[in-house]
């Protein structure tokens, strides 16, 4: 099956810095690619999400970029505000079932 | 309009009793899917629902897991005889149908607590 590994596990950075987290995966067939942000005592919330003709897409300050040769996608956020801190989750699909990172904590100092 | 609802938000058991966890899923979505996410970790698969039926069980733990879903909506996991091990969050989600690419919504969880 697919095996998702997401790093780093931990990441603190400064308010207006840039955050980056990456994941590689398995499965050559997999072709979504969705990250999800968990805040505390909620559900994963989907944030962006990439499918495999695409290499780069972006919404606003979080960007996803992707490399089918490599089996590796990042989640790059810009100008990072405390709201964005959160455990952040990659995944990726072939078909409907999701499989997950581990996850990363992210963690926006003031 | 109304996300994916979760009940009850928190549960805890005495090991050996049997729980019931309910999810009601986005109206018109056709496929359901059951996670769980122990203390710390990522999600793990545990059922996918079409409709009613259910063509993969893969990820249930143990025969002491099942799931049911009825009228294209509801739907139970059902942990029997409970173990301190099945602690962890149970995370239900939705899509409008199934297929790679289908946002999956996620409900916010119950949380169980085996003493």
């Known amino acids: 099956g697919e095996n998702v590994e997401q790093h780093p596990s931990t990441l603190s950075v400064q308010e207006g810095d840039s955050a980056v987290i990456k994941c590689t995966y398995s499965?050559?067939?997999?072709?979504?690619f969705p990250w999800y942000k968990q805040e505390l005592g909620k559900g994963p919330q989907l944030i962006i999400d990439i499918r495999s003709n695409v290499g780069e897409k972006k919404d606003q300050r979080i960007a996803v970029t992707l490399n089918k040769t490599a089996k590796h996608f990042s989640l790059h956020i810009t100008e990072t505000q405390p709201e964005d801190s959160a455990v952040y989750f990659c995944a990726a699909a072939n078909d409907y079932k999701l499989s997950f990172g581990a996850g990363t904590t992210v963690t926006v100092r003031a | 309009g109304a996300g994916v609802s979760q009940s009850p938000s928190n549960k805890v058991t005495e090991k050996g009793k049997d729980v019931e966890l309910r999810c009601d899923p986005i109206s018109g979505h056709t496929a359901l899917y059951w996670y769980r996410q122990r203390l710390g970790q990522g999600l793990e698969f545990l059922i996918y629902f079409q409709g009613n039926s259910a063509p993969d069980k893969s990820g249930l733990p143990s025969d002491r897991f099942s799931a049911e879903r009825t009228g294209e909506s509801v739907s139970t996991l059902t942990i029997q005889r409970t173990q301190q091990e099945d602690s962890a969050v149970y995370l239900c989600?939705?899509?409008?149908?199934?297929?790679?690419?289908?946002?999956?919504?996620f409900g916010p969880g119950t949380r169980l607590t085996v003493l």
């Open positions: 499965d050559s067939a997999s072709n979504y």
């Open positions: 989600a939705s899509s409008l149908d199934r297929g790679s690419g289908d946002t999956q919504y």
